[in-house]
């Protein structure tokens, strides 16, 4: 009877972590499933980081006021000596990951984007009902990288042919996207999108829309710097979402 139920509490604590390889969602989130509806945010609590872990915002933050709620609009323009680009493909804690390892950049942020409700909260968005996507603000040195560079981390980053999600996170909310901040942006992503439909490797359409940039709502805090916080849950999710056996397969190299 004993070895029955050690040999049972195995098989459970195995499907626990499958489970939490999916989904890009705290532990807490996957009893609803990636991209459900009724996923819920953490206890407010969760807003702080762990006690030692590195902080998310630069001495000099962009950002403005606090709202209630926990999330913040960011300004239209970036800190002096800066240039800023906003990004979405899927699940922002991986995309904010890619663009915090290139040289040059100096913040990455996730957040919401491309909808009309203010101040999203995680759930809202994760519902698919405000219109907004998991995005990424950076505010990057050009003297040190370019919008040309940042433009070929992100194409390496996602799957450019699928409009209807990412990997295991579907819905509008996941969806890829570039937005723009001026035309110089716009004309430059346009030519990086028709060079890789013609030169890349990819059989289908490139569904990748780029459009004008609204506004950026920072997310809650517990989301900034996820990769860095909790780095055993981050891995799992990405190798679980699938996000990484593409970048390998198409590009022959793994994410971060």
């Not at 990004?87 to 950049?105: K, L």
Request: with cysteine; net charge negative; charged share 25%.
């Amino acid at each position: 009877m004993k070895a029955k139920i050690a040999e049972l509490m195995s098989v459970l604590l195995l499907v626990l972590l499958v489970t939490a390889a999916v989904g890009c969602k705290t532990p807490d989130e996957h009893k609803s499933g990636p991209g459900s509806a009724t996923a819920q945010a953490p206890d407010e609590s969760a807003d702080e980081a762990p006690e030692g872990a590195p902080s998310s915002q630069p001495e000099s933050s962009p950002e403005t006021s606090a709202t209630t709620d926990g999330t913040k609009a960011l300004p239209d323009n970036p800190p002096d000596g800066l240039k800023q680009a906003t990004f979405a493909g899927g699940c922002f804690w991986c995309m904010e990951s890619a663009f915090d390892h290139v040289p040059g950049v100096v913040q990455a942020i996730s957040g919401y984007t491309g909808g009309d409700v203010a101040h999203p909260k995680y759930h809202q968005v994760g519902s698919g009902t405000t219109g907004h996507a998991e995005s990424v603000r950076i505010y990057y040195d050009p003297k040190k990288t370019s919008y040309e560079k940042l433009l070929d981390v992100f194409w390496h980053q996602i799957d450019p042919t699928d409009s209807g999600g990412q990997f295991v996170d579907r819905g509008s909310q996941y969806r890829p996207a570039i937005f723009y901040h001026d035309e110089q942006q716009k004309k430059l992503a346009e030519k990086s999108k028709a060079d890789l439909e013609k030169n890349g490797p990819f059989k289908k359409p490139i569904v990748v829309p780029i459009e004008p940039a609204k506004t950026f709502w920072k997310a809650e805090e517990y989301h900034q710097d996820f990769w860095k916080k909790n780095p055993g849950h981050y891995h799992r999710y990405r190798r679980g979402s699938g996000r990484d056996q593409f970048i390998e397969k198409t590009w022959g190299k793994t994410g971060h």
